[in-house]
C-alpha cells in the first residue's frame, strides 16, 4: 500500500506539471541543442558517474610553407567512457568569501570516507552548465515578483553560448515556462511571464528540476555539462505530494548543486513554519555542494543572483576512480581540501557507491 501511495503520488506530480507551449522554432545557437531529450525522466540507479577518462588531444597538421599556423582555440576538457569516476565541481573561497581560481591539481586533497584518493581528472577551463531557474510565484510573492523578476533576468543573461537554461515556476501547480534553450532572451521573456497567485509547491517543482536535468544528461552521456538549480522562495512548502526526505534524496543521487534563496521578512516574528522552509533550503544547498541565501530585503536580490553567477564561473572540475571497490550503494562522504592557508573547498557532501 505504501509503493501504491509514492507512485499515485508521483504520477499526480507529473501530471500537474504544464509545459508552456513551444515557441517557433529559432536559428540553432552555437552551444549544444537544447531539445531532443528523451520523453521520460527515471531517476538514476546511483549517484557514481560513468566511466571516464581525459581525451587525448590529436596535434594539428603543420601549416603549408610561408603560411602562418592559425592561432589555436582553448579546447574544453572531455570525459569518454572507461572507467567509473567520481566527478565533483569545488568552489574554492577565502576568509572574506572571494573565490580563489588559481589553484592547480596538486593543491587539492581528496577523500573518501576519510581514505585519501588519486585525483585523475582536474580542468580549471568552465565547462557549458545546464541551469534550472525555480521561482516561488505563490500570493505571498505578489509584492515581490517585480524585483524578483529583473533579478532572474540579470542571472539569465549572463549565459554563454554553450550553457542551456530552463525556466520553472511553481505556486500549487509547477509549470516549464520555458525548456532548455541556450537563447537567453527567450528565458527573459518567459521570466515575465510570471504571475503571482496560489500556495506553495516547492518539493514539487524541486522533484520536476531534477527530472528534466537528468532528460540533459542522458541524451549527452559523455559531455561534461555542470548541471545546478537556483530557487527562490519566500516560504515554507504548502502543497507538494512528494515529501521532503524524498526529493533531498533524489537530489543526492544526482549531480546537480542546488543554490537557494529563502527571502525572510524583516522583523517577521520567528514560526515553526518558517524554521521549517529555513532548514529545508539549507539541506537541499548542503547536501549538493550549493550555498543558501536568507536576505530580509528583496532589494538584495540582484547582488545574490550575481554572486551565484560569480560562483558558478569561477569552479574546478576534479574527478577520481574510488579505492573503495565494493559495489554496496551505501553512501559515501566525500571531503574535499587545499594545501593553501586560509582557503575553504565545497563540494556535494557525498554519492551513493555503484551496485551490483
Request: glycine share 6%.
Amino acid at each position: 500500500m505504501l509503493c501504491l501511495a509514492v507512485c499515485l503520488a508521483h504520477w499526480q506530480v507529473l501530471a500537474q506539471t504544464k509545459s508552456a507551449p513551444a515557441p517557433p522554432p529559432s536559428p540553432p545557437a552555437s552551444g549544444p541543442p537544447a531539445s531532443g531529450m528523451p520523453p521520460s525522466a527515471t531517476p538514476p540507479a546511483q549517484a557514481t558517474p560513468s566511466a571516464r577518462s581525459p581525451d587525448a588531444q590529436t596535434p594539428p597538421a603543420p601549416a603549408p610553407p610561408g603560411q602562418e599556423q592559425p592561432p589555436q582555440q582553448p579546447t574544453r576538457p572531455t570525459i569518454r567512457s572507461g572507467v567509473e569516476l567520481v566527478s565533483l565541481n569545488v568552489t574554492v573561497t577565502n576568509p572574506e568569501q572571494s573565490f580563489i581560481t588559481d589553484l592547480d591539481r596538486g593543491d587539492f586533497q581528496v577523500f573518501e570516507d576519510g581514505v585519501r584518493q588519486e585525483i585523475t581528472f582536474f580542468s580549471r577551463v568552465q565547462s557549458p552548465i545546464a541551469l534550472s531557474l525555480l521561482i516561488d510565484t505563490s500570493a505571498s510573492m505578489d509584492d515581490k515578483l517585480g524585483t524578483a523578476q529583473e533579478a532572474a533576468i540579470g542571472f539569465a543573461k549572463r549565459m554563454r553560448p554553450e550553457d542551456l537554461g530552463q525556466l520553472i515556476d511553481f505556486d500549487n501547480r509547477v509549470t516549464i515556462l520555458q525548456q532548455f534553450t541556450a537563447d537567453s532572451e527567450a528565458l527573459s521573456r518567459a521570466i515575465r511571464q510570471t504571475a503571482a497567485n496560489g500556495s506553495t509547491s516547492l518539493f514539487n517543482a524541486v522533484y520536476i528540476a531534477l527530472k528534466e536535468l537528468k532528460k540533459v544528461k542522458t541524451a549527452a552521456q559523455d559531455e561534461i555539462r555542470r548541471q545546478a538549480i537556483v530557487v527562490l522562495s519566500d516560504g515554507e512548502d504548502t502543497s507538494s505530494l512528494v515529501p521532503f526526505e524524498e526529493v533531498l534524496e533524489l537530489a543526492k543521487r544526482s549531480d546537480v548543486a542546488i543554490y537557494t534563496i529563502g527571502i525572510r521578512e524583516k522583523n517577521a516574528p520567528a514560526t515553526r513554519g518558517f524554521n521549517e522552509a529555513d532548514f529545508v533550503l539549507r539541506q537541499f544547498a548542503q547536501e549538493t555542494g550549493g550555498r543558501a541565501f536568507f536576505p530580509t530585503s528583496i532589494a538584495e536580490l540582484p547582488a545574490l543572483y550575481n554572486l551565484i553567477g560569480d560562483e558558478l564561473t569561477s569552479q574546478y572540475t576534479l574527478a577520481y576512480a574510488s579505492r573503495n571497490p565494493r559495489r554496496d550503494g551505501q553512501w559515501r562522504r566525500v571531503v574535499v581540501r587545499t594545501g593553501r592557508p586560509n582557503t575553504i573547498a565545497r563540494t556535494k557532501q557525498g554519492y551513493y557507491g555503484p551496485t551490483e
